[in-house]
């Protein structure tokens, strides 16, 4: 999916936005993620493990971005296709003490592809929506130790997995003598992922991520 998604954006940056107007710029964002999951208990003489218990929980942190847009009109509506791009890894939480597992959550690789109509309300403030899919890592870091029931522990190293869903999103953009100002908010719905370590204990996740962003670009 990542290359499909990929290979559509280019081909649209190359075709028909080829010659529309850039944009550039940097956002800042105030995240939240939620994640609902299930995870078997362990076992160490290994098949599928025992019964599956379930837990949900949420965790809140920031986000630094830039982001480039190409930008033209269709019909008196200005519509733009863009990539933002996340250049550092954002700890998300750490995970420790209550069910023997201890560890970094990080995410990490984070790219977005997205279209983003503009309506223009007739002065310097303008309404858009967008839609796009996004794309990136989560890791698992600096894991200490995994208990078991049978009272050994798993042999697992670090962990990536990838990240992927739909983002939605909705904002305000205001015009400035030195570019443009935009407040948005996007909601992100990743697919499940899945690991099981070397105690066929197995985990499964579904995380949905919320950003409140404000960001500051102008064209070149």
């Keep these: ?9 280019a081909s649209i940056f190359i075709g028909t936005f080829a010659h529309a107007e ?12 939620d994640a609902s999951g299930s995870h078997t208990t362990n076992s160490a003489s290994g098949g599928s493990g025992g019964s599956a218990v379930t837990a949900a929980g949420n965790a809140d942190f ?6 480039i847009e190409k930008s033209t009109d269709f019909n008196g509506m200005n519509v733009s296709l863009g990539l933002d791009v996340i250049p550092f890894t954002a700890e998300v939480d750490s995970l420790g003490g209550g069910d023997g597992f201890d560890a970094t959550v990080e995410v990490s690789n984070v790219v977005t ?3 983003q109509p503009t309506m223009n309300t007739g002065g310097p403030v303008s309404l858009f929506i967008k839609g796009g899919y996004t794309m990136g890592e989560v890791d698992i870091t600096d894991i200490s130790r995994q208990a ?7 042999t697992d190293g670090n962990q990536s997995k990838n990240l992927e869903g739909f983002m939605y999103g909705v904002g305000v953009q205001a015009d400035t003598d030195f570019g443009f100002v935009r407040l948005e908010g996007t909601y992100t719905d990743f697919d499940e992922i899945s690991h099981t370590n070397s105690n066929s204990k197995v985990v499964k996740a579904d ?7 404000i960001s500051f670009g102008r064209s070149f």
């Design 22 to 33: 850039n944009l550039m710029g940097i956002k800042i964002s105030a995240a939240n993620m």
């Design 1 to 9: 999916m990542k290359k499909i998604i990929s290979a559509i954006i």
């Design 113 to 115: 592809a997205y279209i």
């Design 62 to 67: 920031q986000l630094a971005s830039v982001f």
């Design 148 to 154: 078991t029931t049978a009272g050994t522990a798993s």
């Design 207 to 213: 995380a949905e991520m919320t950003l409140i962003s």
